[in-house]
């Protein structure tokens, strides 16, 4: 296995413990959803019917980008393709990067079309690799695997600091966005990782031409946890020669495990600037159930995405379990809507939040 290819596979078991999730919240517990004692609709009258780049959707859930490029990467991408395409619901791959560097593993990838021939599939590569510019063919490749309906860039500075083989320069990635909105054959989304994209960086991605963001805040995966777990599962390195010195480095890189924007803050700086420019905001982060979901919608999101509780039911109960965790979420945002007296995804506003009161 390459070197990526072993981090890809030490990242998934690695955030399926609950270590791996920030301490801070999203924000969604500092509100609460309206009841409506006198609702006027029932359970069959509820459409969760939604639009992303122009296209509906029955359910506004977005399997985010997670895995490819090792054995294991490639049956959960099956399985996720699996339920995908039955539930058409879109999903992202995890990043192709190990793909475009070494193509035995183009497999794990493909795989996802073969499973899901109608899903709406996202490519996806980080930021740090857009510097100078992506090669066409290396564009063509990510594409043409999968057959994607969209590239997703992902951009992840906090978790490349902390990584030991991480990357270290970020010059030149809002560039290589703009060259990739000219050049791709498909839309492209934006996202971070679990950190946040605020209104500021928000503005400069809309200003290159990019028309949705995922803003992925601080709530859920932190994946400046799950770096520093797998520097500490590792035998001591000679970077820092003395115990003491190694303890002060553990504590430098555990004062990030917190960093980064919250999921509910990147949402309220985001509330401006979409009535000024037009652009699809997909709300990620600590979304882990249908409550979040819909307070995510009535704070601005068009579409929410989820990513590291679907890898943990698959890897514990299996694609019968995912489709019993799909079934649980869909239910609960049908009563939720029901008991705000929405009928439909799209009518969801801050009329229907409030801040909490006891
Ligand atoms: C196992 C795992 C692997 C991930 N790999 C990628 C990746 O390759 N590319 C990417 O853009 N995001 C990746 N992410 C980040 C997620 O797409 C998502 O932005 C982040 O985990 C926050 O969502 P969550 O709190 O629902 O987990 C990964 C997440 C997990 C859990």
Known sequence: MSSISTRKKDHIDLTLTESSQYKRPTGFQLYQLKHNALPECGLEDISFRSHLLGIEFEFPLFISSMTGGHGEATNLNAEIATFCEHFKIPFGVGSQRVMLEDSTHEKSFSIVRKKAPNAFI??????????????????????????????????????????????????????GIEKLVNESSVPLIVKET?????????????????????????????????????IT???????????????????????????????????KSLQELAWEREFEIIASG?????????????????????????????????????EKWFNLWRKEATMIMTLLGVREWRLLSEEHITPHSS
């Open 194 to 230: 679990g950190a946040g994209i605020d209104s500021a960086v928000a503005k400069r991605l809309l200003n290159v031409g990019v028309k949705v963001i995922d803003i992925a805040g601080v709530g859920g995966t932190s994946w400046s946890r799950v770096e520093a777990a797998r």
């Open 286 to 322: 600590g979304i882990r159930n249908a409550q979040d979901m819909i307070k995510a919608r009535c704070l601005g999101a068009h579409f929410v995405a989820v990513a590291q509780p679907v890898v943990r039911v698959l890897k514990e109960e299996g694609l019968t379990g995912l």
């Open 233 to 267: 599962s590792r035998p001591d390195t000679d970077k820092v020669g003395s115990t003491l010195m190694r303890k002060y480095e553990l504590e430098m890189q555990e004062r990030f495990n917190e960093w980064g924007n919250s999921t509910v803050y990147c949402l």
């Open 122 to 175: 996202a490519a996806n590569i980080g930021g740090a690799q857009l510097i100078g510019g992506m090669p066409s063919n290396r564009l063509l490749s990510m594409i043409s695997s999968i057959q994607a309906n969209a590239v997703i860039v992902h951009l992840n500075p906090l978790q490349e600091l902390i990584q030991p083989e991480g990357d270290t320069q970020f010059d030149g990635v809002l560039k």
